[in-house]
């Protein structure tokens, strides 16, 4: 750590002393001789040259202290082998002595007298004398009308006792009392360096701090009043530190928390017309409040900060992609339906989409989220028949620390939290069981959120949309889908086309899939042949548009030419669902899934033939629960919760 010692020394004796031992300790000093004023404004010098710490003695000390009240001063003390070198000194030039200098004295010389034979006395100068020699020669003239006709003392009282004619005999410091001196001010100046960075440390917390600051003193005098304080209650700090606090902000009643002790955290507060969140906290020191601090944010400054942080932090990689011209289709269907799309993403009601597995749902959420108002915010897709009920409401809603056993310690943010601003998408709606669907409605009908195992709600702002492939009208008639949330949901609702009522589109599609994966592949497939187009033609799709993209990837995958040709459609398209494979072509591929040839008994019920099916479907899937359920036309979720049943 760096610093600077200066020494003032009021006679050159003193001055030579430190020089010999600051060499001694390979210490620089800057060293001035100066007596009294002179020495005090040599350390007005010495302190605008960032000097830390001067050393000096006596009376000069005493006015440097009065002088420069920022520089910290360390004197060089007097020892009782200075004093008893002075008097031996003295002794042979008379016998009546007094020891003159400014009060207090280090050395106590009741017995120096009768130890040294001499006649001796003490005059106690105070330190209010030292720019005042006369009352110095009043006190010198009692003394000398006593009998004493010579002093040992300080600089001006050896120059005041020669000037009334008695001798006078310097007491000078030795090499030990200049090393102590030296040796704590170097342990001054590490203490101030510190002290200064840590002032400045706190200052710049203060100052630069997000919250605003109000500090006050055991009278109830501000004392701090930071500049986001100034900002937030549009008052100068310099006009109102140094005023009680109940003159200038009556209604934060600090003056409370001065009498009683008590801390209040997260206190709501209106002050002239502004809302502030206040953390009010009493210092107490030996069980006394000595200070009370207050920190606040304004509440509308709360909320943009949140707003930003789940931007930045929760909601990262949560936006949408499509936009209207991305979807892909010239018929006069679907462009009736990307307007009525449109005109919808103007409204910020909640929307229904309904449409047959891959017809693509998501992509019309994703570009009604970006033609709306809400496109510069978060969008989150998800897809309620991907989990089970336990985990889709923690998924959802979100949970606090000890919710439920494997909770993460610090708890998360349900999506709905993160869709904060933005749209939610929930696929495949009718799949969620009606304790999930209660407290969806809740969060649809008061725009609050409460996390599992939370006693608190959070506000959110979120549009909705929702789709399924199914009729929810009929899952409410029996009972299976709440009413009231089928109406909440289907204020606004679109019906998006099948591939087989748009497949003037199929063209247009697979020019699109051919482009989308020719780099991914590393192949340039320049189209389709024209018998091998009709035969794509023909079939029904009941995958829809993603099925039609998977069988162009797999046929682009299989060719070895610019076109791909019919022989690898026929192949490819053997193991579809429902494909009727040309005359000539009837005999079934490797591929082929077997035709179901199970018989059901007349006489067995609802519920029995349903598990039949069940169970042939799934032995035919190898399985395959994923394919079982598409085959099924059910959702996983579904097909999982009749396995338990």
Request: hydrophobic fraction near 40%.
């Given at each position: ?418 869709a904060h601003g933005g749209t939610i998408f929930l696929d495949e709606i009718g799949e969620i069981s009606t304790g999930i669907q209660a407290r969806l409605l809740r969060v649809l009908q008061e725009s609050k959120i ?196």
């Amino acid at each position: 750590m760096k610093y600077a010692l200066g020494c003032i020394a009021p006679y050159p004796e003193l001055a030579s002393l430190v020089a010999e031992v600051g060499r001694e300790l390979h210490r620089d000093i800057l060293i001035q001789i100066g007596d009294l004023e002179e020495g005090a404004r040599l350390a007005l010098q010495m302190e605008e040259q960032g000097i830390d710490v001067v050393i000096s003695r006596g009376g000069t000390a005493i006015a440097i202290k009065e002088t420069v009240t920022d520089l910290p001063v360390v004197e060089v003390q007097v020892s009782g082998f200075d004093i008893i070198r002075s008097l031996h000194k003295a002794k042979q030039h008379a016998n009546n002595i007094a020891i003159v200098g400014f009060e207090p004295f280090t050395y106590e010389p009741e017995d120096l007298g009768e130890m040294l034979g001499i006649n001796l006395t003490v005059v106690s100068l105070k330190a209010v004398w030292y720019g005042q020699p006369r009352y110095i020669e009043e006190e010198l003239r009692t003394i000398q009308q006593q009998g004493y006709t010579c002093i040992v003392g300080d600089n001006i009282s050896v120059h005041v006792a020669e000037k009334l004619g008695m001798c006078g005999h310097l007491i000078t410091s030795g090499k030990e009392a200049v090393l102590h001196a030296l040796l704590e001010a170097e342990r001054v100046a590490i203490v101030r360096q510190q002290e200064i960075e840590k002032a400045k440390r706190a200052k710049s917390i203060i100052e630069f701090a997000y919250e605003g600051i109000i500090s006050i003193d055991r009278e109830g005098i501000i004392d701090i009043f930071n500049p986001r304080a100034e900002a937030i209650f549009s008052r100068k700090a310099y006009k109102v530190i140094g005023k009680h606090i109940d003159e200038v902000l009556p209604a934060m009643n600090l003056s409370h928390t001065l009498r009683t002790g008590f801390q209040e955290r997260e206190k709501m507060l209106a002050i002239d017309g502004i809302h502030v969140l206040a953390n009010i906290i009493p210092i107490t020191v030996s069980e006394q409040v000595v200070r009370v601090v207050a920190t606040f944010q304004k509440t509308s400054q709360i909320q943009r900060m949140e707003q930003k942080i789940r931007e930045e932090f929760y909601l990262r990689g949560h936006t949408a992609e499509y936009r209207f011209q991305d979807i892909v289709g010239e018929t006069r269907i679907i462009q009736q339906v990307k307007e009525e799309a449109r005109d919808y993403a103007q409204i910020d009601l909640p929307i229904l989409i309904y449409g047959e597995t891959g017809t693509g749902k998501e992509l019309f959420a994703q570009a009604i989220h970006n033609a709306s108002a809400r496109h510069d915010k978060p969008f989150i897709a998800f897809n309620c028949a991907a989990l089970p009920e336990h985990l889709l409401e923690s998924e959802l809603f979100g949970y606090v620390e000890g919710a439920f056993t494997g909770a993460a310690k610090k708890g998360r943010a349900g999506l709905f939290e993160q869709a904060h601003g933005g749209t939610i998408f929930l696929d495949e709606i009718g799949e969620i069981s009606t304790g999930i669907q209660a407290r969806l409605l809740r969060v649809l009908q008061e725009s609050k959120i409460r996390r599992l195992g939370d006693e608190r709600v959070t506000p959110i702002d979120i549009r909705i949309i929702v789709a399924t492939n199914k009729k929810l009208a009929q899952l409410v008639e029996e009972g299976n889908f709440r009413d009231d949330l089928y109406y909440r949901i289907n204020v606004l609702q679109l019906t998006l086309p099948s591939l087989r009522e748009r497949k003037e589109d199929i063209p247009l599609l697979i020019d699109f899939f051919l482009k989308k994966y020719a780099q991914r592949l590393n192949k340039a497939i320049e189209g389709v042949s024209r018998d091998g187009m009709n035969l794509l033609l023909e079939y029904d799709w009941p995958g829809n548009i993603r099925q039609l993209e998977n069988i162009v990837e797999r046929l682009m995958v299989r060719s070895k030419e610019r076109h791909i040709m019919t022989n690898s459609i026929r192949d490819v398209m053997q193991s579809l669902r429902g494909y009727a494979a040309a005359p000539d072509t009837q005999t079934p591929s490797r591929n082929a899934s077997p035709e179901s040839s199970f018989s059901l008994p007349l006489t067995a019920s609802l519920a029995e033939l349903e598990k039949m099916i069940i169970q042939q479907v799934i032995r035919e899937e190898r399985g395959n629960k994923g394919a079982a359920a598409e085959r099924l036309h059910i959702g996983r979720t579904t097909l999982w919760r009749k396995l338990q049943q």
